[in-house]
């Protein structure tokens, strides 16, 4: 083989990794570059390249807080995963570091990529989520009416920080770049307020004609008062506009509370549960552990 180069991806490249991500068997499920506004949105988004060949590429985007999600990561089909691994990830793991980003995660069921990850680049399982999909566009209840349902402004931001901290293992918190992220990129983000004061919010995605509930959340003040209800109510109405056929979502295999809310919405579970791993990075120059 060729020597091979690693470099970060530039505008010229997507072709190449769409066309990889179509056809190769092993590319990471949560790679989401099909729309052109999220191109090149993460970083690092490193490739690896041999003889003018695309061989792989991993790409990793600001998660919650200090913590990156590894978002995307592919690789031709006669590639090792060992080598393409050895290649791409300790690179990865330095430009993280140098962002203080202190751990990176990885959500997903790909057996490939969660084996080395575990037995040999020192990441371990946090939790496990599991995916629900509702097929019709029913609201079964709405919620607590007296709840106004907004669009989200910046100067949320910290009251969404505040929210998230009060209702999350440090895991799954956002950080304010975060939600200015999601506020630029996402079709739909909502706060809900009570007598003017922000009690939770909800923002989702749309990939063709599936949306998805990426975040549900309600200050543990208010919980069970029909926030949730309200919030999810409201943005089944925001995908009947469209041209929805499915809402999908994600949620904690031990979140016994947000499970029974969806199964009165018509959720259902469906697949594999996905794995949850995390590897602290503590600034230096990581290597893999059997090197």
Request: glycine residues 8%.
């Amino acid at each position: 083989m060729d020597s091979i180069t690693v470099r970060e991806a530039t505008v010229a490249d997507r072709p190449a990794v769409m066309r990889l991500a179509r056809q190769a068997a092993r590319v990471h499920s949560r790679l989401e570059i099909g729309n052109g506004s999220d191109w090149l949105d993460g970083y690092p988004f490193l490739l690896a390249v041999a003889g003018g060949r695309l061989l792989g590429f991993i790409l990793c985007t600001m998660y919650h807080s200090h913590r990156a999600l590894l978002r995307g990561v592919g690789l031709v089909d006669d590639w090792p995963i060992k080598v393409c691994l050895e290649t791409l990830l300790p690179p990865t793991l330095d430009r993280l570091c140098s962002q203080e980003v202190t751990s990176l995660i990885y959500i997903g069921n790909d057996r490939w990529l969660t084996d080395p990850l575990l037995r040999v680049w020192g990441f371990s399982v946090r939790n496990s989520v599991v995916t629900y999909t509702k097929r019709d566009l029913s609201i079964p209840a709405w919620g607590n009416r007296r709840v106004r349902v907004r669009p989200v402004h910046p100067d949320d931001f910290p009251a969404l920080v505040a929210l998230d901290e009060a209702a999350f293992d440090p895991l799954w918190r956002n950080a304010s770049q975060t939600f200015a992220h999601v506020l630029k990129s996402r079709p739909y983000f909502v706060v809900a307020e009570l007598g003017g004061q922000v009690v939770g919010y909800l923002f989702s995605s749309l990939q063709g004609e599936t949306g998805h509930l990426s975040r549900v959340a309600v200050h543990p003040d208010h919980q069970g008062c029909g926030i949730g209800t309200r919030l999810v109510a409201e943005a089944i109405e925001f995908f009947r506009a469209g041209e929805v056929k499915a809402i999908t979502l994600n949620t904690q295999k031990d979140n016994a509370a947000s499970q029974c809310l969806y199964r009165r919405f018509g959720f259902r579970p469906v697949g594999e549960e996905a794995l949850v791993l995390e590897r602290g990075l503590r600034g230096e120059r990581v290597e893999c552990l059997d090197s």
